[in-house]
């Protein structure tokens, strides 16, 4: 089985990708994989460091009102698409999936336009903009959340979940516990921003560091790669309590996931199938940055099913933090009841679905 994979610039559209990756090559032991991606995103740090054959193309995303900028990434598609097409045609792949993020455009319209059967993978509930585009040209179209179906043409559409929800079942607890040196006898909170961190959150755990220490939990923060720096110099101007363990980025996440109690975190879709999957409860501070605010519709779905506080970042300081937190831990029953809630959104079989779509576009010869 050959297959071409695009998604990029966020971890949210990167590790769905990487764990059908692992599925496929479950199934088939001799598949040959292909991933493009951007220089510039995430991917290309993390797609590389699995031994994954990883190509480029250039290519930016479309601002909203009329620029010169979208001048200018008009062009970009266009030699991306001719790039992508060449790539394609060297690698002959028997089905290309798009995972989103703006690299997807050019490489799975390069792909439908030369016939070849394609897919993407949406894991949101409210579709970004490129995948809407490609909704017209692919033969299949995976989602998340059955709310994500409406936006797009209806036969195409399989409810499948995210790749990434199976992947973290897969996970050695102790490994995660042991990588960030955590004491085995107290419940741990994560608190992280997604997978590029996020400022207000940050500046809401710093300004409360030295309470940290005095609760009956340890924390595990993750600032962001980019906000690292700013972080730690706020910490080392007060005592770093044995409390707080402080990363800019966690690479084994799924081990650390299945290690924790609890997480905080913004509300990527990738996430919330991560910690549905395993049953985990959280506070989510949704980002108001994104398109359609498609975040605070993720999250929501998770708190009407009792699975999740949300919180406004408006709405969030250092002391909701810890309010929320303790809410969590020592409310009555509270964390069984979420517990219990996440769980049942999870959709562990997801990775073997989305495999199965791609079978199945490959086998009717679609395109
Ligand atoms: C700003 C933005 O546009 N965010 C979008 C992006 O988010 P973002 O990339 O932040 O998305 P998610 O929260 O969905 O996924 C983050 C992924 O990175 C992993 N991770 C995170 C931190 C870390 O230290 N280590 C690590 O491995 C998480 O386990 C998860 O697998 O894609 C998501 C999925 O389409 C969208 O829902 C988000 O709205």
Redesign the pocket.
Known sequence: MRVVVSGGG????I?PAMSLIKEIKRKHADAEILYIGTETGLEADIVPREGIPFETIRISGFKRKLSLENVKTVTRFIMGTQRAKKLIKQFKPDVVIGT?GYVCGPVVYAAAKLKIPTVIHE??SVPGLTNKFLSRYVDRVAICFDEAKSFFPEKKVVFTGNP?ASDVLNIDREAGRSSLGLNPTKRTVLI?G???GARPINDAFSSVLDKWAKQNYQVVY?TGAVHYDAVMEKVKAVDQSPNIIIKP???N?PDVLGAVDLIV??A????LA?ITALGLPSILIP?P??TNN??EK?ALSLKTNGAAIVRKEQEMNGQTLLDDIDHVFNGNEKWQTMHEAALKLGVPKASENVYNALVDVIQKGES
Request: glycine residues 16%; aromatic residues 10%.
């Open positions: 966020t971890g949210g559209h590790y989103g894991q949101n990434r992280v997604g997978s590029r993750v980025f966690i690479h996440m975190a913004r990527g879709a990738t996430t991560e980002s940055y994104v498609h975040q993720n």
